[in-house]
């Protein structure tokens, strides 16, 4: 059985890639991911608030704050509290490519151009076969419209993607109003690939203090719902490659990412679940059902359930909401 794809332009072993997570921190758990079947790994992300952060300090000799209000500075993390500082993060990724022999993926997380663009460079020169810009961003400003957040995220991946030559993926939130068009505008302006989706934590209220308590839980199997229906929609026009990132826990969690037309999935709340042994587990599960099903390798059973057969695709979507509607009774 062939499990061999391609994503960014690089060719892996299997579809199974580890995603940005607290798991690619140290270089021996990397490579117990890569003993384990992980075709590749995306590294934490290092964000614009703190490559910034740092920026301002090298050239006032003080920790400036992260916005121009004052108290900006209690919302965000100190410049010692992130785990990975900028130059510890570009000597880790030749750490990687010493001890791995799968490609390694640099992380940058940001939502406006700046000078904190510079990094996807160095990342390059530090060795990484691609880099994944995550948009994280919430717009709460109600007299910016969605037009122009997409015009300001557009024109960060424009930089990002004229500063290299390695290929560059984009990681969406789910809430574009056009989630398609939006990629496609993507692959105009350079990238590589798109990975669906971001998960947006939401906060909770603690009642006793009246305070936002930050709160972050594993992902399930109910949360690739979503993805599943994007991709479907996304990958019959898309050139580039499409990564499912979000409710990947068992083999069939693979399979119908893989239906819809995802060339990867991403791992990581599986992973920290079970540990990097879960990946042989899903690698079995997937070579099974392909066996069962009489599919020789990937390239047979992606897309095969995406919705390039239905004449049109937003009618069949509201078929089916209307169809679901129409099943509950009381």
């Not at 947006?200 to 308590?213: G, I, S």
């Amino acid at each position: 059985m062939k499990l061999e794809t391609k994503y960014l332009g690089l060719k892996l072993r299997n579809p199974l890639v580890v995603g940005a997570s607290p798991l690619c921190d140290q270089p021996h758990i990397a490579r117990q991911l890569q003993d384990a079947g992980a075709s590749a790994v995306v590294m934490r992300s290092l964000f614009e608030e703190q490559i910034e952060t740092e920026q301002r300090a090298l050239a006032f000799h003080m920790e400036a704050p992260a916005e121009c209000h004052a108290e900006a500075t209690s919302y965000f993390v100190r410049h010692d509290e992130y785990l990975f500082q900028p130059d510890v993060y570009l000597r880790r990724i030749g750490e990687y490519k010493k001890t791995l022999t799968i490609p390694v993926i640099a992380s940058l997380n940001g939502c406006r151009p700046g000078g904190w663009i510079d990094y996807a460079r160095r990342f390059e020169c530090a060795g990484a076969d691609a880099i994944e810009l995550n948009l994280y961003q919430l717009a709460t400003d109600p007299t910016i419209s969605g037009a122009n957040i997409e015009a300001e995220m557009l024109a960060t991946v424009a930089s990002v993607v004229q500063s290299v030559k390695v290929p560059v993926a984009v990681k969406l939130s789910p809430f574009h109003t056009a989630p398609a068009e939006f990629v496609l505008a993507l692959e105009k302006v350079g990238a590589a690939g798109a990975v669906l989706f971001n998960r947006l934590y939401q906060p909770d209220f603690n009642l006793e203090d009246l305070e936002v308590n930050p709160q972050i839980k594993l992902s399930d199997s109910s949360e690739l719902l979503l993805r599943l229906r994007w991709l479907a929609i996304i990958s019959p026009h898309k050139r580039g490659s499409l990564a499912a990132s979000g409710g990947v826990h068992t083999a069939e969690d693979v399979i119908k990412a893989l239906l819809a037309g995802a060339d990867v999935v991403q791992l990581v709340s599986v992973l920290l679940r079970y540990g990097p042994q879960v990946i042989s587990l899903l690698l079995t599960g997937l070579n099974a059902w392909m066996d069962d099903h009489g599919y020789a390798n990937l390239d047979e059973l992606r897309g095969a359930m995406n919705l390039k057969r239905c004449p049109d695709a937003s009618a069949f979507e509201r078929a089916n909401y209307i169809r679901i509607l129409q099943s509950w009774k009381v």
